[in-house]
């Protein structure tokens, strides 16, 4: 067996065992698959209850990564989840004190309720993969993977993360309501979080990071980079998008193509990919050009899918 | 996308609809126009998501008021109006009901009905501008419809052109070639029922109040000199016949042409004449020929049907002349005929005159002329008259317009014994110096009188300017503007204030750019055929055909040309279209979104037989296209063809077997139906 084949089993065993946990949400699994696969960082935006925790708790099992969570709060600050340098007194000198966020997989929970400055921080550590404090640069481990959940922002009491800060997440989903069949099946099966404790990895962290690398380096060929320009080149023209997507957005897309084709065992990218990806990508990366209509980003996607010819 | 409204593709077409239903408010009744805010607030209402659509049963008491409506403000006189009302109406319940983009195509195509509906009653420049206006934002709201952008407040300008580029031409081309042809049935307009100042018979003792009109009668342009204003007597009708109270047409006025014996002082000029309903048309004293009509007996210029639309005709006419010098029994007899038992008074104050006169001509007329000078006052509110309305005039009342001293002196003419006849058209017009046309309007209906000279021939005699002789010498406006029946149907004629100055330039400006645009375009029909004639020589309907269908073929080749499908060089891209034309022939149209490899999996679930060239094009074309594997691109090639090929034979196929199938059936239960 070759390598990337026992990869391959590997990440398939994941994903069984992961949507094992949770029913019916085989679409939303995949991508978060693809999206640590791409080492791209996850956010989930969802009412509470829909089974946010345990997908990530889920992850972490699966992938045998070290998990921490933190339950932000609007009075939260920084140094509770990066860490401070507390004085010692027997070696007289500053000792870092590492934060929750030096981990593996972590679960941020209602990123928006806490306030922007909170929300920065976590956010530059996901961006720079690193901790400054006091002058001294501290590394957090690789890989580094943030799943954070936020509440719909209708909701009270909430600072909606900026769109910059939103480009951030490779991915935004949400799991919604199970279907009648599968919420029947949840219904008799009771909660599955006392499940997870029996799940047992199926991978290792450095499997997990050849993974990432064999994702990087999957082919793009030139007729699929057009298309991808095409894509982006028309939310930039049209105006039904307030405003076109960015390069940093065409990378995040072409980078959750890449990871979307291994996951699907093809040693290319096919526009499938990228079509498949669009919206779970863009929906917090492009806005509609009119305010008061109700262009969803559902529907610029489907405005993108019609618009675009994949071939020319 | 392809279904639903942009807000802006909504606004437009509220604004493509008023701007078409604008001009018709003017003439509509009020509730036409309140519907209509009614149904646009409604609509906007709808839009805004605060009110759903109505119901079918508002709809329809919607409808039963609309028609309630027509049949309280219009009758058969006012039928086309209640028409253009009811199309007003049903477009603006139209407003109701625009769900998708084909209700508003609905819309759109009404609001051009709208618009062209709009010439029937006006066709002035104004008319024409606001016409282009509204055609503008109409084809903006079209354009505005399937015009993906959504946020550009104004529909795109390149598109619109695009669309009426290649119209341009063509629309030229049509308007200079074909010919005119007159209407094929005649729509009856409301405006013509009443308003025109001639009619078929005068009996001014009927008459207590005149209404002048500022209504355009027609516009004369001149080759050369203009005649001056007191020679300005427009002739349109000859009444030889009275009957003791009215003057009417001879019923027997024959074709033959009195004959002008001498005549000096030609004019040469073209009237184009403004709808009378009526064949009569207005000459200079004397026509002595006219192109486009006929001169029939007493030299009366004739149309071959009543004027219903605007029409032009050319006409020779001379300042001096003698008409007819010898008179035959008949017309004699013609021109002395009166009821002998009425107007007793006048017929002795007749030989009373004759008498003093001593039988000359001369004097007898400059009698009758004095007469009317001494104690007559022209006005336009005469008395009613009784039974002897010429005795009563004439030794009571004393007060009457020209209808009045016409008839009087034709029936004291013919009791003195001297042939004579009533004449009525038109007098004066206004001279527009700039352009070279004078314009005449209703108020410059005139009626005077012809008496038979056996020196001269026919004498035209102006009683009106004995009494009043500034009714000849001055503009029929100056004259009247204080007469109390002047503009009375206008209170806010522009013809009130605009009496002097610079108004009256600017007036006179704005009417010579009227007379043009009738004259080069509603009546472009002379000038049309000296244009074919300099571009045919003579004019045969194969000449014609082939100047119209020629340019027009090059036109229509050309624009065909620009919308062919262009036949790529590449061999990939031929093939893959032959590809989408098979596959679209089967009802799979390719998704931009899809390759073509997804679309032959889509088409695999179909034609299986086709499967393993569908499979291998999907192949293929995903290893050259997504692979890092160098492909030849004639492989896919070879790949798209094949597929072409195997779908197609199978397509034909299955519906053979479907068609043998079919047959198979009704034959089947052709068996059973006889074995029952």
């Not at chain 2, 508003?104 to 062209?116: D, G, M, Q, R, T």
């Amino acid at each position: 067996m070759s390598v990337t084949a026992s990869l391959h089993q590997a990440a398939e065993d994941t994903f069984n065992a992961i949507e094992s946990l949770l029913l019916g949400k085989h679409e939303q699994v995949e991508l978060a698959l693809v999206t640590l696969f791409a080492s791209g960082h996850l956010l989930l935006e969802d009412l509470p209850g829909m089974g946010k925790t345990t997908l990530a708790q889920s992850l972490s099992a699966a992938l045998g990564l070290e998990h921490q969570r933190i339950q932000f709060t609007s009075d939260m600050l920084p140094a509770d989840i990066l860490g401070v340098s507390i004085f010692d007194q027997q070696s007289s000198d500053f000792r870092f004190h590492p934060g929750p966020v030096f981990t593996q997989l972590l679960l941020a929970d209602e990123i928006n309720r806490t306030t922007p400055k909170t929300q920065s921080a976590l956010l530059e550590v996901m961006e720079e993969q690193q901790v400054s404090i006091d002058g001294e640069v501290h590394r957090v481990d690789h890989p580094f993977f943030v799943i954070a959940t936020q509440n719909p922002q209708t909701q009270f009491g909430t600072f909606p993360l900026p769109e910059s800060q939103l480009d951030r997440f490779l991915m935004r989903i949400s799991l919604g309501y199970p279907s009648a069949e599968t919420e029947r099946d949840i219904l008799t099966q009771g909660d599955s979080r006392g499940r997870i404790a029996a799940v047992r990895p199926t991978l290792d962290r450095s499997r997990l990071l050849a993974i990432q690398a064999e994702c990087a380096k999957v082919h793009a060929a030139p007729d699929l980079i057009d298309y991808l320009q095409r894509l982006l080149q028309f939310t930039r023209d049209s105006e039904a998008f307030h405003t076109g997507v960015s390069p940093r957005g065409g990378l995040a897309l072409l980078r959750a193509a890449r990871a979307r084709a291994w996951l699907k065992q093809r040693r290319y990218v096919v526009p499938e990919d990228i079509q498949e990806l669009l919206l779970p990508v863009l929906s917090h990366r492009i806005r509609s050009a009119d305010e008061r209509s109700d262009l969803s980003a559902q529907r610029l996607v489907s405005l993108l899918l019609d618009e675009v010819d994949v071939i020319r | 996308m392809n279904n639903w409204l942009t807000p802006r593709a909504l606004n437009w077409q509220l604004a493509a609809l008023w701007a078409a239903v604008l001009p018709h408010l003017l003439i509509l009744p009020l509730w036409s126009a309140l519907m209509l805010v009614a149904c646009t607030g409604v609509r906007i209402q709808i839009y805004r998501g605060i009110w759903r659509f109505p119901p079918w049963y508002i709809k329809l008491a919607l409808l039963g008021l609309l028609w309630l409506g027509l049949l309280y403000s219009f009758d058969r006189d006012t039928l086309m109006r209640g028409t253009v009302a009811l199309l007003v109406g049903g477009s603006a319940f139209k407003l109701l009901e625009i769900h998708t983009r084909r209700d508003a195509l609905v819309l759109i195509y009404l609001s051009y009905l709208l618009i062209a509906i709009q010439f029937l009653f006006e066709q002035g420049i104004l008319a024409g501008l606001c016409a282009l206006i509204a055609f503008a934002v109409v084809m903006g709201s079209q354009v505005a419809l399937f015009d993906p952008r959504l946020r550009a407040p104004l529909p795109s300008l390149r598109g619109t052109l695009k669309l009426i580029l290649p119209a341009l031409p063509m629309m030229v081309l049509l308007f200079l070639l074909i010919p005119r042809i007159g209407p094929l049935w005649s729509v009856p307009l409301d405006t013509g029922a009443a308003a025109t100042g001639l009619s078929d018979s005068v009996s001014p003792g009927d008459i207590s109040s005149m209404t002048r009109s500022d209504e355009l009668a027609f516009r004369a342009g001149f080759d050369g000199p203009v005649p001056t204003n007191s020679d300005r007597y427009w002739r349109a009708l000859v009444y030889s016949d009275f009957d003791g109270r009215s003057w009417s047409l001879s019923k027997r006025l024959g074709p033959v042409l009195e004959t002008v014996e001498t005549a000096v002082g030609r004019y040469s000029y073209e009237i184009i004449m403004e709808p009378s309903h009526r064949p009569w048309l207005p000459v200079l004293d004397v026509p002595l020929s006219v192109q486009g009509a006929d001169l029939r007996g007493a030299r009366q210029a004739v149309s071959k049907s009543p004027i219903d639309k605007r029409s032009s005709y050319r006409v020779t006419s001379a300042s001096r002349f003698e008409l007819q010098s010898v008179l035959n029994a008949r017309s004699r007899a013609r021109n002395l005929a009166f009821p002998t038992d009425q107007n007793l008074q006048t017929q002795a104050l007749a030989s009373q005159w004759w008498r003093e006169s001593e039988g000359q001509l001369d004097l007898f007329i400059r009698r009758i002329a004095s007469h009317f000078n001494q104690s007559f006052v022209y006005t336009l509110q005469p008395p009613l008259l009784g039974a002897n309305s010429v005795d009563q005039f004439l030794f009571e009342s004393q007060r009457g317009f020209c209808g009045h001293f016409a008839s009087a002196t034709a029936l004291l003419l013919r009791a003195a014994g001297v042939p004579a006849r009533l004449v009525g058209g038109y007098q004066g017009g206004e001279y527009n110096a700039g352009a070279g046309y004078l314009t005449v309007r209703q108020w410059d209906a005139h009626a005077w009188v012809e008496y038979h000279d056996p020196e001269r021939g026919w004498v035209r005699f102006d009683p009106t300017a004995a009494v009043a002789p500034e009714r000849i010498e001055q503009a029929a406006e100056d004259l009247f503007a204080n007469q109390p029946g002047f503009l009375a149907d206008r209170p806010l004629s522009p013809l009130r204030f605009t009496n002097s100055g610079w108004l009256l330039e600017a007036r006179r400006a704005i009417d010579a750019m009227n007379f043009s645009w009738h004259r080069w375009v509603l009546n472009y029909q002379n000038q049309q055929t000296d244009l074919l004639r300099s571009l045919l020589g003579e004019i045969t309907p194969v000449r014609m055909a082939l100047a119209l269908l020629i340019p027009g073929a090059l036109i229509m080749g050309f624009v065909g040309f620009n919308l062919r499908p262009r036949r790529s060089k590449d061999a990939l891209v031929r093939a893959q279209q032959k590809f989408e034309r098979v596959a679209a022939g089967l009802g799979y149209r390719r998704q931009p979104s899809e390759t073509f490899g997804e679309l032959a999996r889509r088409i695999k679930t179909q034609y299986s037989d086709s499967s393993p060239a569908l499979d291998l094009l999907a192949f293929i074309e995903q290893r050259m296209r997504y692979s890092p594997e160098e492909v030849d691109r004639a492989e896919l090639i070879r790949a798209l063809k094949r597929v072409a090929k195997v779908l197609r034979l199978e397509s034909m196929r299955v519906s053979r077997r479907n068609a043998l199938a079919g047959l198979k059936e009704t034959k089947e239960r052709d068996a059973g139906s006889t074995g029952r």
